[in-house]
Every structure is written in structure tokens, then in C-alpha cells.
């Protein structure tokens, strides 16, 4: 199974299941997010969800390059990056906080998956980063325009966007990306971080998270994530952006 979507007690759990490939993104994996889109909308009990990687060596590596680099122009790559940035919006907006527990590397759409929950919990040992410009690509799944939201400096966000490397937890927590880094256990940190606002009715998390969704569709967040995926499917058919992932693949063969 490429993921595990789990209900216990008030937290709603999607965890990656792609350890093979450093939890990257497929099909299957996209089509569970829309599942737990719907679960969440469905249960009113949830008070959180949290999402996750399996495994201490990635969070999520991105879109799965093996298999997304069969799609040569823009017209191909844009139902992709169209589909996984509505279900990444869908996830930003879900009506309850939203924790990124980033057990390991989170970079490229990984990176961007974590940016669009609403607290990133980052292991000490993880390496994160918008990687997508040394593949010739922007962001593609809504991520460069959650950045410029969340992060409390726009100089360090357009930075971190060009300079297209990861950069250790430390850093991250220092930029104002990761909320907190955590040492050892990844359900521990989750537990501790959650403890206060458990005890918080699930109905006074649901009004803040809307007062939030009230900003974003304001300020019509998702037109700007629509020009991001535009943007990013018309670099995609770019040659030096297919001789990049030809590169990563082949890198070890
Ligand atoms: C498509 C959408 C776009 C967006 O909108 O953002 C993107 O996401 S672009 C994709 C960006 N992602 C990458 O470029 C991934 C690069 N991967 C890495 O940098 C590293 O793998 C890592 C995540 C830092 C982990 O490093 P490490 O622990 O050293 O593992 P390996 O590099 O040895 O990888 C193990 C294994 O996994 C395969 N792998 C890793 N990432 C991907 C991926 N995104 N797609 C497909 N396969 C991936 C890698 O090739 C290795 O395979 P084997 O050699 O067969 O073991």
C-alpha cells in the first residue's frame, strides 16, 4: 500500500508508504490524499491531521521522477502538477490544523507538501528545500506561493526558492520555516506538540482554522497557486529540465 490513512483517537494520520523511493509522490499516493480530504470533511471529530513519510530517511522526495519524467510538455505535466496542487490546497484548507511530522528529507514537492500544512514538526537529522530550480523547474504543486505566505521574511523565502538547495533543520528552524526540530521520537514529538491544544474543544480549532481560510480566499490564494502550475508546466518541456532528471536518474547506474 503507498499509504496508511489512520483515525486514532482525535488525529487523522496520512503517512507515504514509499520507502523505495524516498517516499516519493505517485498516482496512487496523490489519490490518497483526496481520500483523506474526504475523510476529514466527513468526521467531525477529527481535531487534527497530521502527514508523515514512512521511515527515518524521507519525509517525501517530491514527485516520483521515474515516472513523471514520461510526461514531455507542458500539456502533459499540467494535469499532474494541476491535480496535486488542488489536493494540496484542499489539504491547506482542510477545516482543522494540518502538522507536517517531517520524520527525514522533505525536498522539491515534498518540500512543498510540508510548506502548505499549517505546523511543520522537522527531525534534526532531515534536509529540506525547494530543489525544483537545479531541475530547471519552479514549484509546481502551489508550494512557492505557501512560502511567500508562511514565511516570516519574503527575502528569505525568494532565497531559499533561487538558491534551489536543501538546507539542515537548524536552518529551517532559524528561517521561520519548521515550527519545531525534535531529536529522537517522532510520535513522542507529535504527542508533546499536540498535548496543549488536545485539550482545546475540536469546535474552537475549526474557528480559528476558518478565520486563516477567510485570509487565503480573500487575498484569492488559490488563483495565485493556478499561476504557479502554469508556470511551472511550461518550463517542464523545457530540454535542460528533462536532461536534469535524465541526470538524477542515471546518476547511479
Ligand atoms: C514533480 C513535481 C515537482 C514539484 O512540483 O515540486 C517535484 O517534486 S520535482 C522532484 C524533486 N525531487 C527530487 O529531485 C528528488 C531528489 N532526491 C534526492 O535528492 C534524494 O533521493 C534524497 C531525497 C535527498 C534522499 O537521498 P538519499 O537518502 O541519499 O537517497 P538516494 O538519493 O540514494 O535515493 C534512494 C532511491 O530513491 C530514488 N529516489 C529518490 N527520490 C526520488 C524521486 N523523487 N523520484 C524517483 N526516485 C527517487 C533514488 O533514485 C534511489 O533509487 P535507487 O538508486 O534505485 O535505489
Known sequence: MPFTLNLEDTVMKFTINRPQVRNAINLDVIVGFEKLVSAVHNDSSVKFVVITG???DAFCSGGD???FHGLHTAKDAFPMLDRMATVLYNIATLPVPVIALVNGHAVGGGCEIATACDYRLVSSRAKCGFIQGSLAITSGWGGGTYLFEKLPRQDLALQMLSQAKPLSATAMLNNGWATQVYEDDKDQALETFIAEMKKVEAS??????QMLIRKWTGQN???QIREEVKTCSLLWEADEHHQAVQKFLTKRK
Open 65 to 67: 521522477l521515474s515516472i
Open 221 to 223: 490564494l488559490l488563483n
Open 204 to 209: 474552537v480549532h475549526r474557528a480559528y482554522k
Open 54 to 56: 514512512v521511515g527515518e
